[in-house]
């Protein structure tokens, strides 16, 4: 295995990542930084190069008893490797999933739906519907001044996404349509003819639900 020869892992891992991006780093590099600190007789590069070995060996539900047999590594450094590898999986699960149905859209958007605040979402969409990357643009009451037409496709232009799903959460625990979220949507599927990149898809979700603008043919019709 491809080693990077430093002296001090976590200051030099921590400046490679700084310089070169985290993207840069090997994964021993990326486990140092998650633990920050080893233990006098089982140094960080060390353990972070067994923890990697575990980590390639191990299945993910036996991967924290996997860690705690290693020297050192204690409950709260297998945890924490553990909720650094859920949270990537998280935060990457969507990526290239299609999307046929708004069903499809809501595993991937769900965590929104608990906040307390609404989020404005921009789904980007390829050729064949599949997830591009998933943006909040806005946090705050859905309104026409909150919701720019610049923010919504800025990111979906420099993807060359082929087209956009639009979501936001509703803390009320209602997922109908305010009339502000109607407005806000006549006003951004109109700018998204003129940008060339269709709307499919306007879903509001909460806790219990979700409200699709398409299934329940609210703006999105041949008409309109």
Same mark, same amino acid.
């Given at each position: ?102 069903? *499809?859209? %809501? ?7 608990? $906040?307390?605040? +609404? @989020?404005? =979402?921009?789904? !980007? ?75 499919? *898809?306007? %879903? ?7 409200? $699709?603008?398409? +299934? @329940?043919? =609210?703006?999105? !019709?041949?008409?309109?």
């Amino acid at each position: 295995m491809m080693k990077y020869n430093y002296l001090n892992k976590k200051l030099d891992a921590r400046e490679k990542a700084l310089e070169r991006g985290i993207g840069a780093l090997f994964d021993s590099e990326l486990v140092c930084l998650i633990l920050g600190t080893g233990t006098k007789d089982f140094p960080l590069r060390l353990m972070s190069e067994k923890i990697v070995d575990v980590m390639d060996e191990s299945e993910s539900c036996e991967l924290v008893k996997d860690l705690q047999r290693l020297k050192g590594v204690g409950t709260g450094k297998a945890l924490a490797v553990a909720a650094a590898l859920e949270l990537g999986r998280r935060r990457s699960s969507h990526l290239r999933a299609p999307i046929t149905t708004p069903k *499809d859209l %809501i595993p991937f958007v769900r965590n929104y739906a608990v $906040s307390p605040k +609404e @989020h404005f =979402i921009v789904v !980007t969409l390829n050729g064949s519907h599949e997830i591009i990357q998933i943006h909040v643009t806005s946090v705050g009451t859905l309104n026409r001044s909150l919701v720019h037409p610049r923010e919504v496709f800025s990111e979906a232009i420099q993807e060359k996404s082929a087209a956009i799903i639009l979501c936001h959460n509703h803390p009320s625990e209602n997922c109908s349509p305010s009339s502000d979220d109607i407005e806000t949507t006549r006003m951004l599927v109109k700018a998204s003819k003129v940008i060339g990149i269709p709307i499919l *898809d306007h %879903i509001i979700i909460d806790c219990e639900g979700y409200f $699709s603008f398409m +299934e @329940h043919k =609210i703006l999105f !019709t041949e008409e309109n």
